[in-house]
């Protein structure tokens, strides 16, 4: 079964810079996506980046410069790089894995993880 675990949250003040990280396993398409969500407290879930298996990134217009997608295909890891963090980006962090789509930020994804908490001070 696919299982994926996200870590590298925390609180950090307004300007600063997180990594996150989630380690997939049981996950063997060799064509997919990979992708970052988030969810603020009252409010939906929300695309922030993507990757797919050819390495084409998507970003989400207000992280477009600030966040950084990456993946280690050898130790089956993506990574979320936050730079310049504001409070606006506090909510719960989800990576999510599914087969390759041609538009990795619009595809219904069947693999979530549990999430990681980012909370931005002002």
């Known amino acids: 079964q696919v299982q994926l675990v996200e870590s590298g949250g925390g609180s950090v003040q307004a300007g600063g810079s997180l990594r996150l990280s989630c380690g997939a396993s049981?996950?063997?398409?060799?064509?997919?996506?990979l992708g970052w969500f988030r969810q603020a407290p009252g409010k939906e879930r929300e695309g922030v980046a993507t990757?797919?298996?050819?390495?084409?990134?998507s970003y989400v217009d207000f992280v477009k410069g600030r966040f950084t997608i990456s993946q280690d295909n050898a130790k089956n890891t993506v990574y979320l790089e936050m730079n310049v963090l504001k409070p606006e980006d506090t909510g719960m962090y989800y990576c999510?894995?599914?087969?390759?789509?041609?538009?990795?930020?619009?595809?219904?994804?069947?693999?979530w993880g549990k999430g990681t908490q980012v909370t931005v001070s002002s």
């Open positions: 999510a894995a599914g087969p390759w789509s041609s538009d990795c930020l619009l595809v219904g994804y069947a693999y």
């Open positions: 990757i797919d298996s050819g390495g084409r990134r």
């Open positions: 049981g996950f063997l398409f060799r064509i997919y996506c």
